[in-house]
Structures are given as structure tokens and as C-alpha cells.
């Protein structure tokens, strides 16, 4: 076969195309980016080379202003850890050892085997799928055992590799350009700054500190300047609280709703304003997935306001507001006022520990926390891409 003839092979196998799968591939590809799932890649040989670029695509070439980046990670490229998992165990397992120690339940594994019987492959598919992740194999042939155990196969209709690779790559490729344009008209994703209330915004009450009724709420020395600041330079604030005085029956629902309306209205004539109020009402030996550090009620706010939270500030004076802003990989900022002054003093790891809110404010306005600010830096890629500035 001359080169003439092989071109005209590949041609005909573009044509073949499973067309509808390619697009389910990027159905499961743009539901893994709305989850803030990760996305993994694994092969051998060709089809590791194929993986390796496919991360970089989804990697960078999906990235856009304003929205939430894809998490990609390719298996192929850490030479000492396969070989370490290689030489000690055996070479069947220098994918699902990798995979052990990061896929979560959500995760797409994304698998790449020309015959669609590498073992190694196989045993990788096997870990991602009773560890809760979407699998999905690029493959060719007739599938190879692959295609019967992932949720999806793509399956490339030719039997020569070279032929099969050549057709993953573009299968990539459009992939990645179809994601692209997805998440460019998806909404945009903001970053936020989540407050804690008690301690951060307003001064804990007397006794044990709860505070049950407007009469006891006062705010803190700075705290409505400092809403009012976060207002001028268009940062969506979002009040996230534990308030177990509603679960403890010491208050009713309805009377911290007053107390949250009448702290949002002294907030607006101030300047401020509050994206959005957050409660968790339960007490701590409940166990519910809202009370922080859990991270329920953060999840819930970025479903509803359809926030970014790696590119959000978490402001608390407690260890669990640190724990949660760890939990969903924002910026964590402790202030020392409330709780804080002992979380401060007791050591507060590897947080931003600051006087108080005015402080975490100006912190956040100066010092560029988690890319805040538009540092107007412009990346280059992608068929029609234009100057990008990400922040």
C-alpha cells in the first residue's frame, strides 16, 4: 500500500464514523465538567500517545473565560510511577494503581486500546467501574473485550492500528472542539466569597454565644464597609451558616429569617448586598451532609448560583469553615475575631489568617487571592480561538 492508497483508506474510515457515539462522548464529557468531575486517560503504546494529547485538548483547549476548567489527568505520563508499579507489582496493574489512590465516584475514565484487549486496560476498567466512575473506551477492530465492559464504546470501524490511531486522534479532536463550544455558551461560572456569619460578620452572642433574636446581632467593627467594598468591585457574597439553634429548638425557623432579613437590609443601606443566605438548621450529632465542614450547603450554592468554587474565597472564625473551603478547593481565609482567636493561636495550618473581615477583604482585593482579579494574561489555542483573559 503506498502512501496515496493509505490516505484513501483513512478517508473511507472518517466517513464510517460511529457518528452518534462520538457524540455521547461528549455528552458524558461536558456532564463530567458540570460535576466538576475528573476526567482520566490510559493506554499504551500509540494509544498512550493518543491519551497524552487528548489531556492536553480537554486540558487546555477547552479552557474559557469565566467558566470552571475541566479536570484532566493522563495516566500515561509519570514514567517513574509505572515503572515503580511495574517492577514491584506487575505491568497489568500500572493503571489501576494509579487510579486507587485518586478516581471518586463521577469520575470518567476514559480508555484507549486499539484491539480493545490490553490487560493492563481491562484491569483499570474494571477498578473505575466498581469505584463508582463512567468508563468509556476508544477502540477498534471489533471492540475487543473493552467495548463489552465500558458504558461507552467507540468503536472505529477498520482493522488496521494504524488506521484505528489515526481515527482515535480525530475522534479527540472533535471531542475536544465540541466541548469547547459547549462550555462557551454554558453559563459563566463566577467565583464567590463565602462568609461565615457568626464571629465574621456579627459578634457572638452573650453567654454561649448563640445568637437567637435581631436585639442580639450586632455587627462587627468594619464588617458592613467591608460588604460594601466586596459590593463596588461586583464579588458575590454568599453567607454560609451552622445555626444548630433551630435544631436545639433555642429559635424557630422563622425567627432566623427575621434576623437574616434584617442583616441583609442593614447590609444594603450600607452598600453591600448578599447574593444568598445559607442555613443549616441541624444540631452537630445529627450528621447531616449541610452542617459545615461538610460541604452540602457549598454545593447547593454553586448549583444555584452557578458559582466556580476553586476560584472562591471561604471567610470563617472556625476550624470547620477551613475544613470545608479544603473540602471544595477554595481559598480559605481565618479571621481572628469570634472563634478565630483561638483556631489562630492553636494553629491554623496552611490558611490565611487575618485580624478580622475588613482585612480578609482587602487581602483578597490586593493580593490577587485564587486569581480574583483579571491579571489580563491571554493564552493562544484551539482552530478559532482568539486572545483569552483568564481570571
Same mark, same amino acid.
Given at each position: 500500500?503506498?502512501?496515496?492508497?493509505?490516505?484513501?483508506? =483513512?478517508?473511507?474510515?472518517? +466517513?464510517?464514523?460511529?457518528?452518534?457515539?462520538?457524540?455521547?462522548?461528549? +455528552?458524558? !464529557?461536558?456532564?463530567?465538567?458540570?460535576?466538576?468531575?475528573?476526567?482520566?486517560?490510559?493506554?499504551?503504546?500509540?494509544?498512550?500517545? #493518543?491519551?497524552?494529547?487528548?489531556? @492536553?485538548?480537554?486540558?487546555?483547549?477547552?479552557?474559557?473565560?469565566?467558566?470552571?476548567?475541566?479536570?484532566?489527568?493522563?495516566?500515561?505520563?509519570?514514567?517513574?510511577?509505572?515503572?515503580?508499579?511495574?517492577?514491584?507489582?506487575?505491568?497489568?496493574?500500572?493503571?489501576?494503581?494509579?487510579?486507587?489512590?485518586?478516581?471518586?465516584?463521577?469520575?470518567?475514565?476514559?480508555?484507549?486500546?486499539?484491539?480493545?484487549?490490553?490487560?493492563?486496560?481491562?484491569?483499570?476498567?474494571?477498578?473505575?467501574?466498581?469505584?463508582?466512575?463512567?468508563?468509556?473506551?476508544?477502540?477498534?477492530?471489533?471492540?475487543?473485550?473493552?467495548?463489552?465492559?465500558?458504558?461507552?464504546?467507540?468503536?472505529?470501524?477498520?482493522?488496521?492500528?494504524? /488506521?484505528?490511531?489515526?481515527?482515535?486522534?480525530?475522534?479527540?479532536?472533535?471531542?475536544?472542539?465540541?466541548?469547547?463550544?459547549? =462550555? /462557551?455558551? #454554558?453559563?459563566?461560572?463566577?467565583?464567590?466569597?463565602?462568609?461565615?456569619?457568626?464571629?465574621?460578620?456579627?459578634?457572638?452572642?452573650?453567654?454561649?454565644?448563640?445568637?437567637?433574636?435581631?436585639?442580639?446581632?450586632?455587627?462587627?467593627?468594619?464588617?458592613? +464597609?467591608?460588604?460594601?467594598?466586596?459590593?463596588?468591585?461586583?464579588?458575590?457574597?454568599?453567607?454560609?451558616?451552622?445555626?444548630?439553634?433551630?435544631?436545639?429548638?433555642?429559635?424557630?425557623?422563622?425567627?432566623?429569617?427575621?434576623?437574616?432579613?434584617?442583616?441583609?437590609?442593614?447590609?444594603?443601606?450600607?452598600?453591600?448586598?448578599?447574593?444568598?443566605?445559607?442555613? @443549616?438548621?441541624?444540631?452537630? +450529632?445529627?450528621? @447531616?451532609?449541610?452542617?459545615?465542614?461538610?460541604?452540602? !450547603?457549598?454545593?447547593?450554592?454553586?448549583?444555584?448560583?452557578?458559582?466556580?468554587?476553586?476560584?472562591?474565597?471561604?471567610?470563617?472564625?472556625?476550624?470547620?469553615?477551613?475544613?470545608?473551603?479544603?473540602?471544595?478547593?477554595?481559598?480559605?481565609?481565618?479571621?481572628?475575631?469570634?472563634?478565630?482567636?483561638?483556631?489562630?493561636?492553636?494553629?491554623?495550618?496552611?490558611?490565611? =489568617?487575618?485580624?478580622?473581615?475588613?482585612?480578609?477583604?482587602?487581602?483578597?482585593?490586593?493580593?490577587?487571592?485564587? #486569581?480574583?482579579?483579571?491579571?489580563?494574561?491571554?493564552?493562544?489555542?484551539?482552530?478559532?480561538?482568539?486572545?483569552?483573559?483568564?481570571?
Amino acid at each position: 500500500m503506498n502512501s496515496e492508497s493509505y490516505l484513501r483508506a =483513512v478517508a473511507r474510515v472518517l +466517513e464510517d464514523m460511529p457518528r452518534d457515539d462520538i457524540d455521547r462522548l461528549v +455528552e458524558e !464529557l461536558e456532564k463530567a465538567w458540570r460535576r466538576d468531575a475528573t476526567v482520566f486517560l490510559l493506554g499504551n503504546g500509540g494509544s498512550a500517545a #493518543a491519551a497524552a494529547h487528548l489531556a @492536553c485538548d480537554l486540558g487546555k483547549g477547552t479552557a474559557s473565560p469565566g467558566h470552571r476548567r475541566l479536570r484532566v489527568i493522563s495516566l500515561v505520563d509519570n514514567v517513574p510511577l509505572i515503572s515503580a508499579w511495574a517492577n514491584d507489582t506487575s505491568y497489568e496493574r500500572v493503571f489501576v494503581e494509579q487510579l486507587a489512590g485518586l478516581v471518586r465516584p463521577g469520575d470518567l475514565v476514559i480508555a484507549i486500546s486499539g484491539s480493545g484487549n490490553s490487560p493492563n486496560v481491562l484491569r483499570a476498567v474494571e477498578h473505575a467501574a466498581a469505584m463508582g466512575a463512567v468508563t468509556a473506551g476508544l477502540t477498534g477492530f471489533q471492540g475487543g473485550r473493552l467495548a463489552g465492559m465500558v458504558d461507552l464504546a467507540v468503536i472505529v470501524p477498520d482493522d488496521c492500528m494504524e /488506521r484505528i490511531e489515526d481515527a482515535h486522534l480525530v475522534i479527540g479532536h472533535a471531542a475536544a472542539v465540541a466541548l469547547r463550544e459547549r =462550555v /462557551r455558551r #454554558a453559563p459563566v461560572f463566577r467565583p464567590a466569597v463565602f462568609l461565615d456569619r457568626d464571629g465574621v460578620i456579627n459578634a457572638l452572642g452573650p453567654g454561649d454565644g448563640y445568637v437567637t433574636r435581631w436585639e442580639q446581632f450586632q455587627f462587627l467593627p468594619g464588617a458592613l +464597609e467591608a460588604l460594601a467594598e466586596l459590593a463596588r468591585h461586583d464579588l458575590p457574597v454568599v453567607i454560609v451558616t451552622n445555626q444548630s439553634i433551630i435544631g436545639r429548638g433555642l429559635a424557630s425557623y422563622e425567627e432566623v429569617r427575621t434576623i437574616h432579613r434584617l442583616m441583609e437590609e442593614r447590609i444594603r443601606d450600607a452598600g453591600g448586598r448578599v447574593a444568598a443566605v445559607y442555613v @443549616c438548621p441541624h444540631r452537630p +450529632e445529627d450528621g @447531616c451532609g449541610c452542617r459545615k465542614p461538610r460541604p452540602g !450547603l457549598f454545593f447547593l450554592a454553586r448549583d444555584d448560583l452557578g458559582l466556580d468554587l476553586a476560584r472562591s474565597v471561604v471567610i470563617g472564625d472556625h476550624q470547620s469553615d477551613m475544613e470545608a473551603a479544603a473540602r471544595i478547593g477554595a481559598t480559605g481565609i481565618l479571621v481572628k475575631t469570634g472563634h478565630g482567636v483561638t483556631w489562630a493561636r492553636e494553629g491554623a495550618g496552611d490558611v490565611v =489568617v487575618v485580624e478580622n473581615l475588613p482585612a480578609a477583604v482587602q487581602r483578597i482585593l490586593t493580593h490577587n487571592t485564587n #486569581a480574583y482579579v483579571n491579571d489580563d494574561a491571554h493564552e493562544e489555542g484551539g482552530c478559532d480561538a482568539e486572545g483569552l483573559s483568564f481570571h
